[in-house]
């Protein structure tokens, strides 16, 4: 016959329950997570909670998490406390029951609580949280789910005012009961005013109390019988008695029968309500299901935020990488991070070192939290940590001798690896702790290594600890077998408590013996027992250990040294942008100033010209205003040429004596190589040269080589093309500068060769000299030039070649042959 098995069934013997728990002491974090909970049925959910070997359900489980943790980062908690536990009124009330005021209330607590739950997500959604991402199970669903009665709740607040108080609004019938009581106890005192007053001296005192639910008056046991009436009881010394004057019997009589009838009424409304609670049980039973599903995620929410957890990646390949995992059940303050990773390149981790030097809490937090991630729960590690959904999770660790069933340590260990060995499901991840221990080192050794080997062709991910030599040397030679080490400081003689992978890790008896006093003799007696390549090996391990301390050191100072550089770089890019633009504001500054200045005295001139002019009749008119013209545009030039710069953006527009930032034909250029300024023929070509016109001189030159010219540059420029320097001397050809061009040859081919040595120059440096280079070549008519760059990376070469290949005046180019420098050196030939 086939077993029939429900969806929770199903699911429930896919969850890890047993000694493995406590041995690991997920227990205590679920007793954490509990104390979270915010309603009683949350608190049943958490106090069950287990880890699962179901992917499906831990991904699902985890989304949720994450997101409820987003919400309570951004919006707070999720008004959970007034979903009150209806449970057991529900149970009553179906039974025919008719609940009591404070019931009734928790009812309307609970519809209240639910509205302000659906309003609450809604809010959320509204500012764009991630409850709403549709990639993952979203938990809005539950919250859409929620469902709410106002009427109800509203009657209720209405109606009932307290634990034991109806309102008179409640209904019409009992208002008029109350209100017809109230009128018949006016009464009542009136007539016992009157009793009271004409017969005061027979009273005890002149007030009106009630006996029995009956108003009475205080009559001195002396004048018992005086006054006519019901005795309804006596005070405690006897002196006093209680009477009901006969006159007001009857009224009393009417008072009982209105509070009779006052109960009934609140009978009738607190029954006509619980009716009303029995016909949306449905709603009341799906809304505290829903309420506890939500109260549980977000318990494991709240808790892992607190701990300022994460939500590890999953996968079912045995993979486990935990980075910067700590034990959550270690005061944050105290706990050091460790990063362990296995499951990808090898399938077994051996870990060890020192006693008390941290192996025994890193295999246990490796073990908590995988089951942590089990349970959906997130765990106290770094973004990038990633888990996998083990079949089976076991775990032999501390000393778990029985005198009381004849085991000792020993025995203790075996007995739990046959059990785990008999308990392995699909891709378990067993936890070992001194495996081996407890009999002969070398038999225990032996023992150990099958063990693991036997493990490991069952599937299995296993890290164990271990203090024997031989399972050390058993991980260096065998594929799928790493070492690892818990750092120990020989100095002060205590752990670091860092895993260290990939090394193995020395006991350092000799060495803490000897720091805690053992005497010398003793240990010299020691050493010479073992043999030398025990004492050799030992020394090996201790020297690699500290090796690997110091580069651990260095690369964690050059990390620092890196991170000043860093801010050092940011700070001088901060401070040169804000003198890059304290720079262009006070030439803004100036430039305006000059445009001011220019305008003051055009001005000026003008009305100094205009009289000059009326006044100068001896002088020659045509040549006169031929020189006064000449004066005013050049004035109006300059003014122009302010206006044009201020137009344009500061950052776009180079000043004078900085390099061009944009070639405009017919402008003026300074080119530092020559020391000589001209105008620009030409726009700028596709290689990104140009032709400037030096008097009668025009030569091609690279946009990078030229210059804003200076005033006094400019104004050279000026004189020179209108004349005022001469533009020959003796027949030759003369350069812009009042330069013989022959002169100019003549240097450049003086001091220029046909040979440049580059190696040692960063890459901008050697663009700058390369280019004044291949323009003394032009101008001592060099045909062939022979570039010196070396091989190094290469970096230099490359930025050659770019040169070259965009200069016109480059007619061909070839790598160094042999004898030539090979690839060291690029020759040029020019057209």
């Not at 679920?30 to 049925?41: L, N």
């Not at 880890?51 to 998490?65: G, H, K, N, R």
């Not at 944050?332 to 390149?345: A, H, L, S, T, W």
């Not at 939290?369 to 999770?393: D, H, I, N």
Request: hydrophobic content about 35%; some cysteine.
């Amino acid at each position: 016959m086939y077993e029939f098995l429900s969806f929770e069934d199903s699911l429930e013997r896919k969850k890890i329950r047993g000694r493995v728990l406590n041995t690991l002491e997920f227990n205590k974090i679920r007793d954490t997570v509990t104390s979270k909970a915010r309603t009683s049925y949350g608190r049943d959910l958490c106090k069950d909670m287990a880890p699962c070997c179901d992917p499906e359900y831990v991904a699902q489980e985890l989304s949720c998490t994450r997101q409820a943790m987003d919400h309570i980062m951004r919006f707070g908690m999720l008004p959970l406390s007034g979903m009150r536990d209806l449970r057991e009124s529900l149970i009553y009330a179906k039974a025919d029951g008719t609940l009591t005021c404070g019931q009734l209330l928790e009812v309307a607590s609970f519809l209240r609580a639910s509205e302000e739950i659906k309003k609450a997500v809604s809010k959320a959604r509204s500012a764009g949280s991630p409850l709403v991402d549709e990639t993952e199970p979203d938990i809005c669903s539950y919250v859409d789910k929620l469902e709410v009665c106002d009427s109800l709740q509203e009657k209720i607040s209405a109606s009932i005012l307290g634990q034991d108080e109806v309102s008179d609004k409640a209904s019409k019938e009992l208002s008029s009961i109350r209100r017809e009581r109230k009128n018949v106890a006016g009464g009542i005192r009136s007539l016992l005013d009157r009793v009271i007053s004409s017969h005061a001296d027979m009273l005890q005192e002149s007030i009106v109390t009630l006996r029995e639910g009956r108003y009475c008056i205080p009559v001195k046991a002396d004048f018992n019988g005086r006054i006519e009436g019901i005795v309804h009881g006596a005070s405690s010394s006897g002196q006093t008695l209680f009477i009901e004057p006969m006159s007001v019997v009857e009224a009393n009589n009417k008072i009982a029968e209105l509070n009779f009838a006052e109960q009934a009424e609140i009978q009738r409304i607190l029954k006509s309500f619980t009716n009303e609670v029995v016909l949306i049980s449905p709603l009341l039973e799906n809304n505290m299901g829903l309420a506890s599903r939500l109260d549980y995620i977000f318990a494991k929410a709240e808790y892992g935020v607190e701990n300022n957890s994460f939500c590890p990646a999953l996968n079912e390949d045995g993979r486990i990488y935990l980075k910067g995992a700590r034990h959550p059940l270690i005061p944050k303050d105290n706990v050091v991070p460790v990063d362990i990773r296995v499951g990808d390149e090898y399938d077994a981790l051996i870990v060890t070192g020192p006693n008390t030097g941290g192996k025994t809490v890193s295999l246990k937090t490796c073990g908590l939290l995988v089951l942590m991630t089990m349970a959906g729960l997130p765990v106290p590690a770094e973004s990038g940590s990633e888990v996998c959904v083990f079949g089976r999770v076991l775990a032999d660790i501390g000393d778990e001798q029985s005198i009381e069933e004849s085991l000792s340590t020993f025995s203790a260990h075996m007995s739990n690896i046959v059990f785990i060995l008999k308990n392995i499901r699909g891709k378990s991840l067993v936890l070992l702790d001194e495996l081996g221990s407890g009999t002969d080192p070398a038999e225990g050794a032996a023992l150990a290594i099958s063990i693991i080997e036997e493990l490991r062709k069952k599937n299995c991910i296993v890290m164990a600890t271990t203090h024997y030599r031989e399972l050390k040397g058993y991980a260096e030679v065998t594929e799928g077998v790493m070492n690892a080490s818990c750092e120990f400081d020989t100095e002060t003689l205590a752990p670091t408590y860092k895993l260290i992978t990939g090394r193995p890790g020395s006991s350092n008896a000799f060495v803490i013996s000897s720091k805690l006093g053992l005497a010398k003799h003793i240990l010299d007696n020691a050493r010479s027992r073992m043999s030398s390549d025990e004492l050799n090996y030992e020394a090996l391990l201790a020297k690699a250990e500290e090796e690997a301390k110091r580069a651990t050191e260095l690369a964690a100072e050059n990390d620092r040294l890196n991170v000043e550089l860093k801010a050092q770089k940011a700070r001088l890019e901060e401070e040169n942008a804000k003198l890059k633009q304290s720079k262009t504001k006070i030439l803004n500054d100036m430039r305006a100033e000059q445009k001011r200045l220019l305008q003051e005295q055009e001005k000026e001139l003008s009305d100094e010209l205009r009289e000059l002019r009326r006044r100068s009749k001896d002088m020659d008119r045509a040549e006169r205003e031929k020189e006064l013209d000449k004066i005013r545009r050049k004035l109006r030039a300059g003014i122009d040429d302010l206006e044009t710069e201020d137009d344009e953006a500061v950052d776009s527009v180079a000043l004078s004596g900085e390099p061009v930032k944009e070639v405009i034909k017919g402008e003026c250029y300074y080119v530092p190589s020559l020391g000589q300024t001209g105008i620009a023929e030409s726009d700028l070509s596709k290689s990104g040269s140009v032709n400037i016109l030096c008097g009668s001189m025009k030569i091609a030159v690279k946009k990078g080589q030229l210059m804003m010219p200076t005033k006094s540059q400019r104004d050279e420029f000026m004189r020179t093309k209108n004349g005022k320097t001469a533009s020959k001397a003796g027949g030759r050809k003369v350069s812009s500068g009042g330069e013989d061009l022959s002169k100019v040859r003549f240097n450049s081919a003086s001091y220029t060769t046909s040979e440049i040595m580059l190696i040692g120059l960063t890459t901008a440096e050697a663009e700058s000299k390369l280019g004044k280079y291949l323009e003394d070549c032009v101008l001592a008519g060099i045909k062939e030039a022979r570039i010196v760059h070396g091989k190094g990376t290469g970096a230099l070469r490359a930025c050659v070649q770019d040169i070259i290949i965009k200069d016109d005046r480059v007619d061909s180019f070839r790598a160094g042959e042999q004898g030539e420098g090979d690839a060291g050196v690029t020759i040029v030939k020019f057209r």
